[in-house]
């Protein structure tokens, strides 16, 4: 992706996700972004993700790995590779850095040397907040999701942050907030130590019982 100047301080960022604000680009060529806090919140509970009969078909029938952190850039790639994205050259670079100082991660979905989805978000105290997920096969964003969820609950996570509510990640039990309950939920969670890189990789049996027995 080019870079059309100087980027965003790395630390500026962490300081706006701490109170709740994110930064968007209008498009893929806006040099500029705007601050984002939204007045209702969208959020996944960590005891609420929904494994729907078809996903758990899928992730004990297709092929595929699952992986953090050996693709960061790829998966921001992917996730901006749309028609539409406010995903810009500054917010790109912007979270390379964040990634290089250990505070963004991604999680991959693989099947062979083949990337077939993916998330990746910020990692901040308890917090996580996702930014976005990109499929290039059927189930494959949900079942990063499946996979993340699990995670966040192994590595001491409270709050996984969506940002937006969309019908697609209600449908896996995302849920619509207001802002002062969000701030409320993050302020608790920044004052907690979560590790996304700690919890050791899980296979899709793990992440299949560890659900049944939550949900």
Same mark, same amino acid.
């Given at each position: ?40 919140? $969208?959020? /996944? ?6 494994? %729907?009969?078809?996903? #758990?078909? *899928? +992730? ?29 050259? $500054?917010? /790109? ?6 990634? %290089?100082?250990?505070? #963004?991660? *991604? +999680? ?108």
């Amino acid at each position: 992706m080019k870079d059309p100047g100087p980027d965003l301080d790395p630390e500026l960022l962490l300081q706006a996700y701490a109170t709740g604000i994110f930064p968007m680009a209008e498009n893929r060529d806006d040099p500029e972004v705007f601050w984002v806090d939204p007045r209702r919140r $969208g959020v /996944f509970p960590l005891d609420g993700f929904h494994i %729907s009969r078809s996903l #758990a078909r *899928s +992730l004990r029938r297709v092929p595929h790995q699952m992986r953090i952190n050996t693709a960061f850039a790829q998966v921001m790639e992917a996730c901006a590779d749309r028609a539409e994205t406010w995903i810009n050259p $500054g917010i /790109f670079h912007t979270f390379q850095k964040l990634h %290089s100082m250990g505070h #963004a991660h *991604s +999680l991959e979905i693989w099947d062979g040397e083949a990337l077939i989805g993916g998330v990746y978000g910020l990692a901040i105290g308890g917090a996580f907040c996702g930014e976005s997920m990109f499929s290039r096969r059927t189930d494959a964003s949900k079942m990063a999701l499946a996979y993340l969820v699990d995670r966040l609950n192994q590595g001491g996570f409270t709050l996984f942050d969506t940002q937006f509510l969309t019908d697609h990640l209600a449908s896996l039990g995302a849920v619509e907030i207001p802002r002062a309950a969000y701030r409320a939920q993050l302020f608790q969670a920044l004052t907690r130590s979560a590790s996304f890189t700690s919890p050791a990789l899980a296979d899709a049996y793990s992440v299949l019982q560890r659900n049944s027995q939550t949900s």
